[in-house]
C-alpha cells in the first residue's frame, strides 16, 4: 500500500496550491481518505477527510472555508485545493486514511507560505 503527496511548494500568503495523493494498493472507493499535516515543532493534525460511499467530508476549524478536498475514483488519486493560504499553513502535508496506519506514512510534501 502507497499514498504518495506531492504537489507542495513555495507560494506567497493569499496564494493558492493543489495537492494530490496517489494511493495505491487499497481497494480506493471503499477507503476514507485523509489529508494531514505538521508544522516544525507541532504535532501532526488532521486537516481534511473524504469518505468513500457518499463523498461526505469533513475540516478542521482552521482549515475550514479555504481548503476543499475531493476524489476522483478513476485515478486513485485525492486532492486538496488549498486557497486564501496563510503562513501558519506552512507544513509538510501527507495522506493517510482516515484512520492513519503508520505503515502508510509517505514523506508527504512540502508547504511554505511566505508573507
Known amino acids: 500500500v502507497q499514498l504518495q503527496a506531492f504537489g507542495g511548494g513555495l507560494v506567497q500568503a493569499g496564494g493558492s496550491l493543489r495537492l494530490s495523493c496517489a494511493v495505491s494498493g487499497l481497494t480506493f472507493g471503499n477507503s476514507a481518505i485523509a489529508w494531514f499535516r505538521q508544522a516544525p515543532g507541532k504535532e501532526r493534525e488532521g486537516i481534511a477527510c473524504?469518505?468513500?460511499?457518499?463523498?461526505?467530508?469533513v475540516y478542521s476549524d482552521s482549515v475550514k472555508g479555504r481548503f476543499t478536498i475531493q476524489r476522483d475514483n478513476a485515478k486513485s488519486t485525492v486532492y486538496l485545493q488549498m486557497n486564501s493560504l496563510k503562513v501558519e499553513d506552512s507544513a509538510v502535508y501527507y495522506c493517510?486514511?482516515?484512520?492513519?496506519?503508520?505503515?502508510?506514512w509517505g514523506q508527504g510534501t512540502l508547504v511554505t507560505v511566505s508573507s
Open positions: 493517510n486514511t482516515m484512520r492513519p496506519r503508520d505503515e502508510y
Open positions: 473524504i469518505v468513500s460511499d457518499n463523498d461526505d467530508t
